[in-house]
């Protein structure tokens, strides 16, 4: 079955995360509470081959990956993601998940236009929700009852 024109597509987010119970407690928040499709990465090497192949509409980066740091796979992709995707002229926005000695150098990150917010690690649902609200659309119907 081929997709209809006049349906506009779902929004997809990428999440590059090293760990599997934060990907997917974040991956489950995120399509329960927005309407969205979420694919993880566990390595930024992944989460660069994924974006390079499928447009997103959202990016989620750990600072702290297993091969490079969440802010050099943004740099990455804010290069080549335009070149890649036909009639996309930047990439998505950011957010960038961070654990408590992130911080300092995260302050250096929010000068880029691109970066919309950080959110704690351990995920925190309310953080979450609050910064995807005026990036993903709210699913009218949650999987669970409003916090």
Do not use: W
């Amino acid at each position: 079955m081929t997709p209809d024109p006049a349906t506009p597509a779902v929004p997809r987010v990428l999440l590059a995360e090293e760990s599997l119970p934060y990907r997917r407690v974040i991956r489950e928040a995120l399509m329960a509470f927005r309407v969205c499709e979420v694919d993880d990465a566990p390595s930024g090497e992944r989460a660069f081959e994924m974006a390079l192949r499928r447009e997103y509409s959202l990016f989620l980066f750990s600072l702290p990956l297993p091969d490079m740091t969440g802010d050099m796979l943004d740099r990455l992709l804010s290069k080549a993601y335009p070149l890649v995707h036909r009639g996309v002229h930047t990439a998505p926005p950011v957010i960038f998940l961070m654990r408590p000695t992130d911080s300092l150098r995260f302050q250096e990150l929010q000068r880029d236009v691109r970066v919309r917010g950080s959110m704690p690690l351990p995920p925190k649902l309310d953080v979450l929700l609050s910064l995807t609200a005026s990036l993903l659309p709210e699913r009218t119907n949650p999987a669970f009852p409003p916090l």
